[in-house]
Structure formats: structure tokens, C-alpha cells
């Protein structure tokens, strides 16, 4: 059973950078597709980024394209997502998820990857 592990959330201000980190127990980064998805009080769970198993193709959401960037770290089996230029509609707790057989459409899906993290929050205020 693959156990995901998050952490790097907290306070921030608008403008400011979080690095956020994901590591897997009972797994290797590089055999799952590793995403992040975020919920905020009230809101959907939505995607933010996502990193493929294969090839290491990374994927983003409109609302953090340019501004977060995932990576994996294979020598510390640790996915990343760096966060920057931050803004207030950025606060959420922030979920990391890993599937084994998440198909190219479906990395947007939360309902496509089979285990998850119990969440990390994200606060950026002022």
C-alpha cells in the first residue's frame, strides 16, 4: 500500500513562495503519475499540476500556469511544486495524489488516482 506524505504548507504573503513536497512510501516517484490538487471551504477539490511517470511531462492548471512548477527529485524519490508569485485565491489545503494507471485525459480527474495524502494547508494573506 503506497503512502503519500505531505508537507512545506503554511502562512504566507501575496507575492511570497511556498515549496511544497511529496513523498511516497511503499513506492518510487517514478512509476505513478503524482499530482497536486487543492480544495478551499466551499469549493470543489481542482487540479494544479500534475507530473507524468514516463517522460517526466508536466501539467498545469490556467490558474497557476507560470507561476508553479512540479518536478521530481528520483535520488529523494520527492515530487515537488514550487510555488510563486503567490495570491490570496491560492489558499487551500493542498493534496498530493499518485496513480499508476492515470491516462493522459484523465490527469485532471481526481477520481483517476488511487491514493492520496492527508493534505497540507495553504494560507496567503496579508
Known amino acids: 500500500q503506497v503512502q503519500l506524505m505531505e508537507s512545506g504548507g503554511g502562512l504566507v504573503r501575496p507575492g511570497g513562495s511556498l515549496r511544497l513536497s511529496c513523498t511516497p512510501s511503499g513506492g518510487s516517484v517514478r512509476d505513478y503519475t503524482v499530482g497536486w490538487f487543492r480544495q478551499a471551504p466551499g469549493k470543489e477539490r481542482e487540479f494544479v499540476a500534475t507530473i507524468r511517470r514516463n517522460g517526466g511531462h508536466t501539467y498545469y492548471s490556467d490558474s497557476v500556469k507560470g507561476r508553479f512548477t512540479i518536478s521530481r527529485d528520483n535520488a529523494k524519490n520527492t515530487v515537488h511544486l514550487q510555488m510563486d508569485t503567490l495570491i490570496i485565491e491560492d489558499t487551500a489545503v493542498y493534496y498530493c495524489?499518485?496513480?499508476?494507471?492515470?491516462?493522459?485525459?484523465?490527469?485532471?480527474?481526481?477520481?483517476?488516482?488511487?491514493?492520496w495524502g492527508q493534505g497540507t494547508q495553504v494560507t496567503v494573506a496579508s
Open positions: 495524489a499518485a496513480g499508476a494507471g492515470v491516462i493522459l485525459s484523465d490527469v485532471r480527474r481526481p477520481g483517476r488516482y488511487n491514493y
